[in-house]
């Protein structure tokens, strides 16, 4: 990039000190950069990735959708419109779906979720991940007090001695800077969670996550299909669509052997094993796009904080995808912890100071470990082939599908609402 562009920093000046450093510029990271600026703060957001000049497609195609899709709730929607970035998310594409199909694979459970249960416009939205980033990446570029290194990789980051919270920083580039706060947005796999040490409690599922994109013979009719298979869930999620092309976005959850016999299978037999799988809900699987799987392991921090560094979004806590809650729970960890930062500079503290970040610490955790534990919870229910457990948790869906009172209470707790 050239000097004098908003993304461009010169690696070679001399050591810098910033309020806040994130690193990763994905969809949590730009977030919260985002969030904090307007407020007086010094903020650089570490990116390894080169920033991406190319358009995204306009025309609908198998081929032209990000196989990456975020399922986001109304609460996070109003939360990017908030920033300003939800009208050029939209202006590209979205979909919102007002509906929700789940059954099980044995039985006759079935439950049905509307928008119009809760007066609501939309259950929620499938947005492809890079239309999220692209948007949220050109505000941070006019975001004078933000300053974007990319692309340059964390590698190596200690306290700094004698200086209360401040973290030293090491970059690739060769350059050091310093942060009062350095901010975790880098994933599942964090390389800050590990070089500061951060205790972590996980476990695989033995699992993967089976994504892409296909085409349907009938209309998605803008809801979400999820059905419970004993081999894990299959999700197809809504995407922008044309009256003679339907397409959906697919999270198959299938166990580490099925996975690799459903990579390596062609498209016709792949479509057809989907089809069966759907039940053919939405008639026939007319093709697919490129395959791809990613392991599943329930990973959660022990603690989020320590002075001067915190974690957000994946780098705290995955869970398994079946309700697309992921990058649902990171943007209300962005929420509040940008909340956070600045209510502790505006009070003339550091932005790293320990005891306001356990403040962060303690209304996410809990919130955040109830979400995980349903998630699990369902997910090991719905394995369970007995005959009682079937019988108990198909009539169980019946149940709660009749309980209207119960059932709104569902819905909004998953809208965000």
């Given amino acids: ?107 006759t459970g079935e439950i049905e979720f509307d928008a119009a249960e809760v007066d609501a416009p939309a259950l929620g939205y499938i947005v492809e991940n890079r239309a999220i980033t692209r948007s949220l990446m050109a505000l941070v570029a006019m975001a004078p007090d933000i300053s974007v290194l990319c692309p340059c990789s964390l590698t190596d980051c200690v306290q700094r001695d004698g200086e209360g919270n401040a973290v030293e920083i090491s970059l690739d580039t060769g350059e050091v800077i310093v942060g009062d706060l350095l901010v975790a947005a880098d994933g599942a796999l964090s390389p800050i969670r590990k070089l500061m040490n951060f205790t972590t409690r996980e476990w695989d599922y033995g699992h993967r996550a089976l994504v892409t994109t296909v085409q349907l013979q009938r209309s998605h009719q803008h809801t979400a299909w999820q059905r419970f298979l004993p081999s894990g869930p299959l999700a197809l999620l809504p995407l922008p669509s044309q009256e003679d092309s339907s397409f959906c976005s697919i999270v198959w959850s299938v166990e580490e052997s099925l996975a690799e016999e459903l990579l390596n299978i062609d498209d016709t037999e792949f479509c057809r094993q989907l089809g069966e799988a759907s039940e053919y809900r939405l008639g026939e699987v007319l093709a697919c796009a490129q395959r791809f799987a990613f392991p599943l392991r329930q990973r959660h921090a022990v603690d989020y904080v320590q002075a001067g560094v915190a974690l957000v979004g994946d780098a705290a806590h995955t869970i398994h995808p079946l309700a697309g809650q992921g990058v649902n729970l990171g943007l209300l960890d962005v929420a509040v912890l940008a909340e956070e930062v600045i209510r502790a500079t505006r009070a003339g503290d550091s932005a790293g100071s320990l005891l306001n970040l356990r403040r962060y610490q303690r209304r996410r955790k809990g919130d955040n470990l109830l979400m995980m534990a349903a998630m699990d919870g369902f997910k090991r229910l ?36």
């Fill in 382 to 417: 719905f394995e369970q082939e007995a005959l009682p457990l079937r019988w108990l948790r198909n009539a169980g869906m019946r149940s709660v599908g009749r309980a209207l009172p119960v059932k709104r209470q569902l819905i909004k707790h998953a809208m965000g609402i």
């Fill in 1 to 107: 990039m050239r000097p004098g562009s908003p993304l461009w920093v010169n690696s070679m000046a001399d050591t810098r000190r910033f309020d806040v450093v994130i690193s990763g510029a994905g969809i949590v990271g730009a977030t919260l950069a985002l969030s904090l600026r307007d407020q007086g703060l010094a903020v650089a957001l570490l990116e390894a990735r080169p920033a991406s000049t190319e358009s995204l497609p306009a025309e609908l195609g198998l081929d032209q959708f990000d196989p990456r899709v975020s399922a986001l709730t109304p609460r996070s929607r109003s939360q990017l419109d908030e920033l300003g970035v939800w009208d050029s998310i939209a202006g590209y594409r979205s979909c919102a779906y007002q509906h929700m199909t789940v059954w099980d694979a044995h039985g």
